[in-house]
T-cell receptor
């Protein structure tokens, strides 16, 4: 595997379900990100993990819960979602800090539909 | 409020018809400006990073330039496979290294 991978690629879930999105980066980066992309809207940053510590949480509802067990893996745990949470969820990674180029590399995304 | 805007929102070009996309930003100091290409239903693909005014980067039919308040993505003799949404993102100096602000994108369609 190369780059940034995400699973599953598509997910349909009911509002009472619990599911998790998985992201893995094979680039040796030290920061990982979750973004939400809805139709006709800019990318919305949800969470940032820098050296495995969460450094950003942009007022995301508690029904989204991130987990970063190590610098290569990132999860987004979902529970009791709303239909308006339907979107493309993108994971990215980058090398930040001194010497880092800070360019973010994205995975293919998970298309989430909440019914 | 820091902001990144892109224009036009959508652009249709005939194959071979060159044009430019604009990205304007309002941050107090720029650490880096990034261009990405995104195909429908896929994640953005990194294209360029620009760090200082006057800098230029090229890749095939694309050339990115940077001034103090905006960046242009010039597309020379585009082909249908250049059709995609082009995103601009800005990293502000003085903020954490991992904070990037994305613009809304320009949807480019190249007609054969």
């Amino acid at each position: 595997e190369t780059g940034v991978t995400q699973t599953p690629r598509h997910l349909v879930m009911g509002m009472t379900n619990k599911k998790s999105l998985k992201c893995e980066q094979h680039l040796g980066h030290n920061a990982m990100y979750w973004y939400k992309q809805s139709a006709k809207k800019p990318l919305e940053l949800m969470f940032v993990y820098n050296f495995k510590e969460q450094t950003e949480n942009n007022s995301v509802p508690s029904r989204f819960s991130p987990e970063c067990p190590n610098s290569s893996h990132l999860f987004l745990h979902l529970h009791t979602l709303q239909p308006e949470d339907s979107a493309l969820y993108l994971c990215a990674s980058s090398q930040v800090g001194q010497g880092g180029r800070n360019e973010q590399y994205f995975g293919p995304g998970t298309r989430l539909t909440v019914t | 409020e820091d902001q990144v805007t892109q224009s036009p929102e959508a652009l249709r070009l005939q194959e071979g018809e060159s044009s430019s996309l604009n990205c304007s930003y309002t941050v107090s100091g720029l650490r880096g400006l990034f261009w990405y290409r995104q195909d429908p239903g896929k994640g953005p693909e990194f294209l360029f990073t620009l760090y200082s005014a006057g800098e230029e980067k090229e890749k095939e039919r694309l050339k990115a330039t940077l001034t103090k308040k905006e960046s242009f993505l010039h597309i020379t003799a585009p082909k249908p496979e250049d059709s995609a949404t082009y995103l601009c993102a800005v990293q502000e100096r003085g903020t954490s290294y991992d904070k990037v602000i994305f613009g809304p994108g320009t949807s480019l369609s190249v007609i054969p």
